[in-house]
């Protein structure tokens, strides 16, 4: 069983690397498609963009968290709780949060020796909880306001909601848009066509942090 006193806290994680090894072999592969040296193969905004859409979400950030948190709830009439009727039950668990973009949404532009990228904002790619981790501590209710499956659910919910605000707040959007253009960059401009021929530019939106 775990020691409560040394959950709560989030492990910021700080990498996710298999993620980021899997989307640089994607972009690898997308760009041998510009690098055989055919004539017919010369780079445009099209083919960019549609190389950019296949690759479709680019999950470059990862942050894991063990967290305990506390449900709590009683039956009410009218604004007044019901005595007697208290439920509650406390639960650890790990779960993993990863961001990044959605390529798909790319807006590719050539101006001369320019190649422009733009990219929507940084998102919330995914949040997985661990079901193995989860461990259930002081359950109780009861015979009038029994636990239910649906109370575990809404519990989830809410806990997914609150550190995904957490790990806004700890920066993984801030840090997914400076490891994009790190990997855009360094993967495009290993396109020989692209790196001896133009300049990259790439811009991503600002991610909106206060919702």
């Not at 709830?73 to 009218?78: C, P, V």
């Not at 949040?127 to 009038?144: A, K, L, P, R, T």
């Amino acid at each position: 069983m775990k020691v409560l006193d040394t959950l709560g806290k989030s492990k910021k994680a700080i990498g996710g690397m298999i993620a980021i090894l899997l989307c640089i072999v994607a972009i690898f592969f997308a760009g041998m498609k510009f690098a055989d040296g055919k004539e017919n193969d010369k780079i445009t905004s099209t083919t960019i963009r549609n190389q950019l859409t296949e690759i479709n979400e680019l999950a470059v950030y990862s942050y894991d968290y063990s967290k305990v948190g506390k449900f709590s709830n009683k039956l009410s009439f009218n604004g007044w709780d019901i005595p007697l009727t208290q439920k509650n039950f406390i639960i650890t668990y790990d779960g993993t949060i990863k961001a990044g973009i959605n390529l798909g949404e790319a807006k590719v532009d050539i101006d001369q020796n320019n190649l422009n990228i733009t990219l929507p904002a940084t998102k919330i790619l995914s949040h997985e909880i661990d079901e193995n981790s989860i461990e259930v501590y002081d359950e109780s209710s009861n015979i009038f306001n029994q636990i239910s499956i649906n109370d575990y659910k809404s519990f989830a919910t809410k806990e997914k909601k609150k550190n995904e605000k957490d790990a806004i707040s700890n920066g993984i959007l801030t840090k997914s848009k400076e490891k994009v253009v790190q990997t855009l960059t360094t993967y495009l401009q290993a396109i020989p066509e692209i790196k001896d021929n133009y300049q990259l530019n790439i811009t991503i939106q600002d991610a909106k942090t206060d919702e």
